[in-house]
């Protein structure tokens, strides 16, 4: 065996060593990437629940869910149309006074609760019971059983006199009627009332979608 042959084996031997040290280097990566990618995959099952939940609470957030459930049983109300309105009237935050100086989860208007008080009994009656999540909602959902039996279970009626009074409401009907049509969502003269109507019934499907065992539905 010539020098050269000599040589030429000997890199031959050192390259052997190198080639496998590289294969099981790549090896190593492909595991560990694979590793990384398993890990990742259990992070997010556990932690999208909790994400989504949290998106959910923001978007389209539920609480006092046991008092609307009782009111709705004893009002004989749809539990997701009074979560519906909660939800454009306060966005389910307690301790709401609007400008009009509406106040709590349902923006009752003093007068409109005093009135509620008086029909209902409730001669204990005052203005700072209306921050207490369960009178607010209590009478909330009376109000809305009212205006429900008031406009012959008219859901688009009863909301429309919720946002914008009774007498608005009569008018609208009236007016309607004179022309020989239907008062529509569309047909409400008020814009924010239109808008209301629409808020409240698109928010009542997501709650009905969403929450239908918290709701007990």
């Known amino acids: 065996m010539t020098a050269r042959t ?22 190593r990566r492909v595991r560990a990437v694979l590793g990384v990618a398993i890990l990742s995959g259990l992070v997010a099952a556990l932690v999208w629940p909790l994400f989504h939940k949290a998106v959910r609470e923001i978007t389209l957030p539920l609480r006092h869910e046991d008092i609307i459930r009782q009111q709705a049983a004893k009002k004989d109300l749809d539990p997701s149309l009074i979560a ?32 509620i ?50 007498g608005n409401v009569d008018r609208w009907i009236l007016a309607a009627r004179a022309r020989n049509e239907a008062l529509t969502i569309d047909a409400i003269p008020f814009s924010e009332t239109r808008a209301y109507v629409r808020r409240v019934k ?16």
């Open 6 to 27: 000599q040589s030429a084996g000997r890199r031959r031997a050192v390259a052997r060593p190198s080639a496998a040290r590289r294969r099981a280097a790549r090896r």
């Open 84 to 115: 519906g309105v909660i939800y454009a009237e306060s966005h389910f935050r307690d301790g709401q006074t609007s400008a009009a100086g509406a106040e709590g989860l349902m923006q009752l208007t003093p007068q409109t609760a005093r009135d």
């Open 117 to 166: 008080a008086r029909k209902s009994g409730g001669t204990a009656f005052n203005v700072g019971d209306l921050g207490t999540p369960q009178v607010n909602i209590s009478y909330g959902a009376y109000y809305l059983r009212y205006l429900l039996d008031r406009y012959g279970g008219n859901e688009t009626f009863a909301l429309a006199a919720y946002n914008g009074g009774e």
């Open 202 to 217: 698109d928010a009542e499907r997501k709650y009905r979608a969403t929450y239908r065992a918290q709701l007990g539905l």
